[in-house]
């Protein structure tokens, strides 16, 4: 599941022409990238949202994406809630499509379905802060030596925007807009929300500054 439903202001004048998603980093556009990490490691079948600018989206595809258009912002957990008619698997991978790590450079998501013990069990890319590029913040939580995600024992580790999770968390999630958030927080206090680091640089690109960093770190 791509979230590419955002508005991307913070990537404006570019995003007043283009979704986010398409936005070009160093001549590919981030979905683009994203799908590529995913599709190193096996999946054929992609689901995305879509919103902001939603033709360019299709468009872009031309019918070979499954897309789900919000009429209204859903948020992360409704924008997935919304599309669960439209996935098969089950846990769902849902992934940002706003960040991404080189090509080649790792295969973490055969980790986190590893890592995945069922379906009260959420499993989040982590990303050490040295690794990561165009991300502000110092960290969003912490790893412990279990491997458990916790809010402040362990290493200090930022959320790198793909997470697996089962279906059956959204039964009971609220009708409409929501944060994935919201599920990842209820996980976290079951001890059920778990990490796997990500071995490679992980680059953010949600402002100019962010997509100035990757194309920097990837022009030849």
Not at 5 to 23: D, F, H, I, N, S
Not at 77 to 82: E, F, H, I, T
Not at 91 to 108: K, M, R, Y
Request: glycine share 10%; net charge negative.
């Amino acid at each position: 599941m791509l979230l590419a439903a955002g508005l991307g202001t913070r990537l404006r004048p570019l995003t007043e022409t283009l979704p986010k998603p398409l936005v070009p980093v160093a001549g590919t556009p981030l979905i683009e990238r994203v799908m590529a990490n995913a599709r190193a490691e096996g999946a054929t079948r992609f689901v995305a949202n879509a919103h902001y600018r939603a033709d360019q989206v299709l468009a872009h595809f031309g019918g070979l994406l499954k897309v789900n258009r919000e009429e209204t912002l859903l948020g992360t957990g409704g924008g997935v809630k919304a599309a669960l008619p439209m996935l098969h698997s089950d846990p769902v991978l849902v992934v940002n499509t706003d960040a991404f790590w080189p090509a080649g450079a790792d295969q973490p998501l055969a980790r986190m379905q590893a890592r995945y013990g069922g379906e009260g069990d959420i499993v989040l890319l982590c990303v050490q802060p040295h690794r990561a590029h165009g991300f502000a913040r110092s960290h969003d939580y912490c790893l412990d030596p279990m491997g458990r995600v916790t809010r402040d024992y362990g290493a200090p580790i930022i959320y790198g925007g793909v997470a697996l999770l089962g279906r059956a968390l959204f039964a009971d999630s609220p009708d409409g807009a929501f944060p994935l958030d919201l599920l990842f927080d209820a996980a976290l206090e079951e001890e059920r929300l778990f990490g796997v680091v990500l071995d490679a640089p992980w680059f953010h690109v949600g402002d100019a500054a962010g997509l100035a960093a990757a194309e920097r770190a990837l022009a030849p």
